[in-house]
């Protein structure tokens, strides 16, 4: 079964031009075909192609079958992006197939890159989905500065992941609450300055560590994606 991305079902039977072209071009679907499409919002939809024309693909809906949470709690990882995009987009991608609700870039005072383009990452997100059979899209946020992120109301569990070992640190598979929401920091390849430490410190982040190896950016973030999704499976 072929899956496309419709995130405007509930309004419109028509598949979104890019995946129009995919359906049609590429895999050469035709009308009655069978198809699964995902909303990104908690559903798949069974349907069948209804209409082709002019590199446009209709459909009709069949069943919805409503996705189950596949885990407890809201995972929002906050991530300054790494100066090769390669790195940040294949942390996006195997973010997403292993489960992750949000994802935020940080712009932080050792930051190697300081301009992310979200459209590119959003496709990333959305091929993830599919490849995992996911029909929750995770939301993608603008970049935002390390203090104006830090200093937000930010409901659940809080945590900053950093290397200094001067510094009193847990692990994060330690201090993680099984269902509670949380938002963790990952810093970029220099690590966080010592002072945007104490701040996320003093807005109650509580220091943590991903283990003894030193990692880089992108598998840091995995690494605190995959302890969160063990923690709170369903």
């Known amino acids: 079964m072929h899956y496309f991305y419709t995130p405007d ?3 419109s039977n028509e598949l979104p031009l890019e995946e129009a072209a995919h359906a049609i071009r590429v895999l050469r679907l035709q009308i009655g075909d069978e198809i699964m499409l995902i909303n990104g919002k908690g559903s798949f939809f069974k349907a069948k192609i209804s209409d082709i024309g002019n590199k446009r693909c209709f459909f009709s809906i069949m069943q919805e079958l409503p996705q189950a949470p596949i885990w407890n709690g809201h995972l929002h990882i906050a991530i300054a992006p790494t100066k090769n995009m390669d790195r940040i987009e294949w942390f996006t991608e195997k973010a997403t197939e292993i489960g992750i609700d949000e994802i935020t870039f940080l712009l932080c005072r050792y930051s ?3 301009v992310v383009k979200n459209e590119r990452i ?8 599919k490849q995992s059979l996911k029909s929750r899209l995770p939301r993608l946020n603008d970049m ?3 203090k104006k992120f830090v200093a937000q109301d930010i409901p659940g569990g809080k945590y900053i ?3 200094y070992k001067d510094t009193e640190r ?6 993680l609450t099984q269902g509670l929401d949380a938002t963790i920091l990952i810093g970029p390849e220099g690590d966080f300055s010592e002072e945007e430490v104490d701040l996320a410190i003093r807005h109650g982040f509580t220091p943590v560590s991903l283990g003894t190896s030193r990692l880089r950016t992108e598998t840091a973030a995995l690494a605190a ?6 923690k709170n499976e369903i």
């Open 161 to 163: 992941a950093h290397c």
């Open 9 to 11: 079902i509930r309004t």
């Open 225 to 230: 994606c995959h302890t969160f999704v063990l």
């Open 122 to 129: 959003e496709k990333i997100l959305i091929s993830g989905i």
């Open 112 to 114: 190697e890159r300081k």
């Open 144 to 146: 935002t500065d390390f």
């Open 170 to 175: 847990v692990l994060l598979k330690d201090v």
